[in-house]
């Protein structure tokens, strides 16, 4: 079964600094548990504006998160 990684970067004013930490931390744990997934089959970074703001969607697809099924 696929499975997808959705991650959305939403800048609050005054707290980009955060954001930006928080979304290192959950790509760098991906990078360190990298032998947990099977093989990324894709990855689309989308940008969109909700009321004049942009959202960064990072949407990853995996084979599988279970390393021992078939």
């Known amino acids: 079964m696929p499975?997808?990684?959705?991650?959305?970067w939403i800048p609050k004013d005054g707290k980009e600094r955060e954001c930006l930490e928080i979304s290192r931390k959950?790509?760098?744990?991906?990078?360190?548990?990298?032998?947990?997934?099977k093989e990324r089959?894709?990855?689309r970074l989308?940008?969109?504006?909700?009321?004049?703001?942009?959202?960064?969607?990072?949407i990853q697809e995996y084979e599988d998160l279970n390393p021992w099924r078939n």
């Open 3 to 8: 499975v997808y990684l959705v991650e959305i």
């Open 41 to 43: 089959k894709s990855h």
């Open 26 to 37: 959950i790509l760098e744990y991906i990078k360190t548990h990298r032998d947990e997934f």
């Open 46 to 58: 989308f940008r969109v504006f909700i009321g004049g703001k942009p959202w960064f969607i990072d």
